[in-house]
C-alpha cells in the first residue's frame, strides 16, 4: 500500500506547478515534499515527473498515475465532508438507561426536548432497576443514582434531588402526630424496599449540616415495594407515611393530595449521575446529550422543591 501523504504532496506538487509553490501552499519544507515524492518514486519503480530548474512536467505514466491519486484524494474528501455533515446534523441512535420511577416525570421531557432541537436524533430508554452491563448490553448512556459501582466508566454528576417524607391527609388525621423521627415507629411505613426487613432512614434537622448530627431510625414497613409509583400511589391511597423523590410527590403536595411530615427534618440528597462506557471517544451525539440534561435537569429539580 503506497503512502496517502506522498500520494498528497504528488498532487499537490503537479496542481500548483513545482515543488517550491507546493511547499509554500502546504506550509511545508520543501525538503519534506522533494524527499517523500523521491520515495514514492523509488516504490514504484518509476519516474512520475520531469524536473528542472524552475517547473515539473509529468511523465507518460505520471500523467496517469496523478489522475488515480487525485480522483482518490477528492473521494476522500468527499467521504470527510459527509461525515462531519452528518455529525453537524446530529443523527443516529443514543440507548439509554433509566430508573423506572424517573422516567416519565423527568428523563422523559429532557428527551422530548432534546429532540425537538435535534429532529434526527433518535433515543430508545432501557427502563429497569437492574444493573445493565453498558459494554456487553451496547448501551451508551447510563444514568444511576447513587452509590455508584463502575469505578472503570466515565461517571458525570447530572443533578441532585431531595426525598421528602410524605402521608396522605386522610392517614394523618386522627392519628398521633410525629414531632420526631422516634415517632414514625408509632405509624405505619410504605418504604421503597425489595425485601421484607426493617429499613434504615438517615434523618438530621435542616439546621444540622455535618453527617454525624443524623439521626437514625429503623422501621419495620407495613408495605413494601421496589417501585417509587407504587410508593406514590400506596401513601395517597392512605397507606402510611412514606419517603418519596421531590420530582414524584411535589404536584400531589401541591394539590392537597399529600402533606409532608417532618418538614423540618431532612434525608441526603441523591446524585443522578450519566455513567459511560471508559473511551474518550465519545459521540457528538452522547455528549450533546449530557450536555442537555446537565444544563436542563437541575431546573427541573428545582421546581419540584416544595
Request: hydrophobic residues 45%; aromatic residues 8%.
Amino acid at each position: 500500500m503506497q503512502d496517502f501523504a506522498a500520494m498528497a504532496y504528488f498532487v499537490h506538487v503537479v496542481e500548483q506547478g513545482g515543488f517550491s509553490a507546493a511547499a509554500r501552499h502546504l506550509s511545508e519544507p520543501l525538503s519534506t515534499i522533494s524527499r517523500r515524492v523521491a520515495e514514492l518514486e523509488q516504490s514504484l519503480g518509476v519516474r512520475l515527473l520531469e524536473r528542472s530548474t524552475r517547473k515539473v512536467r509529468l511523465t507518460d505514466l505520471g500523467e496517469t498515475y496523478f489522475d488515480y491519486c487525485r480522483r482518490g484524494l477528492q473521494e476522500f474528501d468527499s467521504g470527510t465532508l459527509a461525515l462531519r455533515d452528518r455529525q453537524s446534523d446530529v443523527s443516529g441512535l443514543l440507548r439509554l438507561t433509566v430508573p423506572p420511577s424517573l422516567v416519565e416525570p423527568f428523563f422523559l421531557p429532557a428527551v422530548v426536548a432534546f429532540q425537538a432541537l435535534y429532529p434526527n436524533a433518535r433515543v430508545g430508554i432501557l427502563s429497569t432497576e437492574r444493573y445493565v452491563d453498558l459494554l456487553h448490553e451496547r448501551i451508551d448512556v447510563a444514568f444511576r443514582i447513587s452509590p455508584l459501582k463502575d469505578s472503570q466508566m466515565i461517571i458525570r454528576r447530572i443533578a441532585s434531588y431531595a426525598m421528602y417524607m410524605v402521608a396522605a391527609p386522610s392517614y394523618l388525621q386522627g392519628r398521633p402526630p410525629v414531632a420526631a423521627p422516634a415517632d414514625l415507629s408509632s405509624h405505619r411505613i410504605v418504604a421503597f424496599e425489595g425485601g421484607s426487613g426493617p429499613v434504615t432512614w438517615s434523618l438530621r434537622q435542616q439546621s444540622a449540616a455535618k453527617p454525624e448530627d443524623a439521626t437514625v431510625v429503623e422501621l419495620v414497613p407495613h408495605l413494601s415495594m421496589n417501585d417509587f409509583a407504587g410508593v406514590l400511589a400506596a401513601a395517597i391511597a392512605g397507606c402510611g407515611i412514606a419517603r418519596i423523590p421531590s420530582i414524584l410527590c411535589a404536584s400531589y403536595l401541591r394539590g392537597g393530595q399529600l402533606s409532608r411530615v417532618l418538614p423540618g427534618w431532612t434525608f441526603d440528597l441523591v446524585t443522578i449521575s450519566a455513567v459511560t462506557p471508559g473511551t474518550r471517544n465519545i459521540s457528538r451525539l452522547n455528549r450533546l446529550f449530557l450536555d442537555h440534561c446537565a444544563a436542563t435537569l437541575p431546573g427541573m429539580l428545582a421546581q419540584a422543591e416544595v
